[in-house]
């Protein structure tokens, strides 16, 4: 056997030893990617938690109607329930197309809450949810 002539199997042995730390560096920089993409696959099949964006917008519009038709002798606990449950259904709306709302920060009374609820109500229109 000629000395000049290498065995090829230490080729392979060197281009493995020479390569192995690109491969894994290589692998450990794909494992974040491909956990995104398993979990991407597993939340196609799941349901959205909250109520269907038509039911949601269709309550709103009640609950409003309701709210503005109240006479001035009703009661506050008629008044302060609806205003209540108007902002609840608001703030439903609002995590169900994904704008960021304030109404749990303010106070239940006053010009606050109203400029709140009115900045909010025009977010859902811009978003194009008729209320």
């Avoid at 269907?52 to 709210?67: H, K, N, Q, T, W």
Wanted: net charge positive; proline share 8%; hydrophobic share 45%.
């Amino acid at each position: 056997m000629d000395d000049a002539v290498v065995p090829f199997g230490n080729v392979l042995l060197f281009a493995a030893v020479a390569l192995a730390p690109t491969v894994a560096f290589w692998v450990l920089l794909r494992i974040p990617r491909t956990a995104d993409w398993m979990g991407s696959l597993r939340r196609r099949g799941l349901k959205p938690a909250g109520p269907p964006i038509e039911r949601l917008a269709a309550d709103l519009r009640r609950v409003r109607r309701s709210m503005t038709a109240l006479p001035p002798g009703a009661p506050a606990v008629r008044r302060n329930a609806t205003g209540q449950a108007y902002d609840a259904l608001l703030g439903q709306a609002c995590d169900a197309v994904g704008i960021g709302h304030e109404l749990d920060g303010v106070p239940s009374h006053g010009v606050e809450r109203e400029l709140e609820r009115l900045r909010v109500e025009g977010a859902l229109r811009a978003a194009g949810l008729t209320i």
